[in-house]
């Protein structure tokens, strides 16, 4: 089983930009599809975007789609999560999770989580 490891959150004024990182263990990184997701308080966590093994396939949340850029380097067991133009209601702990072969947007259908990393974007 994959393992997970989020770097790279923390506070940030609004227009401004971070890149979080997902590093994960194991020798298949490839076989995993990977998905970003987050959870702002008190609300659900949510979707926000996805990549597929090979790196080919990326798809978003409607609302960050323009802002957010999803990678991988599969050399380094690592993706990204480039964000850009940040917004207050951005704020939210930022999880990567792992699913085999096939990207989804159900947190349900990943096999494995990172600890989650705090974005915070201040007004």
């Known amino acids: 089983q994959v393992q997970l490891v989020e770097s790279g959150g923390g506070l940030v004024q609004a227009g401004g930009s971070l890149r979080l990182s997902c590093a994960a263990s194991g020798r298949t990184f490839s076989n995993y599809a990977m998905g970003w997701f987050r959870q702002a308080p008190g609300k659900e966590r949510e979707f926000v975007g996805a990549i597929s093994g090979n790196g080919s396939y990326t798809y978003y949340k409607d609302s960050v789609k323009g802002r957010f850029t999803i990678s991988r380097d599969n050399a380094k067991n690592t993706v990204y999560l480039q964000m850009n133009t940040l917004k207050p209601e951005d704020t939210a702990v930022y999880s990567c999770?792992?699913?085999?072969?096939?990207?989804?947007?159900?947190?349900?259908?990943?096999?494995?989580w990172g600890q989650g990393t705090q974005v915070t974007v201040s007004s």
């Open positions: 999770a792992a699913r085999p072969f096939y990207t989804s947007t159900k947190a349900g259908e990943y096999v494995a």
